[in-house]
Structure formats: C-alpha cells, structure tokens
C-alpha cells in the first residue's frame, strides 16, 4: 500500500471575480521512502488559506482518508 495516494485532485482558490485553478486532475502514488513535493503535500496536511477549494476522487495519507478526517 502507498503511504500517500492521490486520485483525480483538483485544488483552486476563489479570488476576487473567479477562481483560479492550481492543479487540475492531478493522480499520484507515494511509497514510503520516496519524495514528492507538489502543492498536494500542502493540501494533505491541509495547510491551505481557506479560499482554496479542494476535490478528489481519492486523498489518502498513510491509509487515512483525508477526505473524511475531521478537521482538527
């Protein structure tokens, strides 16, 4: 299993008259020991300004589904 794996994410940011978008239907699979430094990394730890809007079909971290994780 791949500790990061990342399906169909798509991340923009509202700005004033539309929005902007960052990464558009990116799809990726991290094995513990490798790297991989994208804007996802920030969207895993969920360190976006809050005018990002975030969407993927799959977002996990080490098996946890970042999707459903409560904010915390």
Known sequence: ???VD???LWVS???YGG???AVRGVSCSVNQGKSLGIVSC????R????TANVSATTM????INILKAGKG
């Open 42 to 45: 920030s969207t895993l730890l």
């Open 6 to 8: 990342i399906q169909d």
């Open 60 to 63: 996990t971290l080490d098996g």
């Open 13 to 15: 940011f509202s700005q």
């Open 19 to 21: 929005q902007i978008d």
């Open 47 to 50: 360190l976006l300004p809050a």
């Open 1 to 3: 299993m791949p500790l």
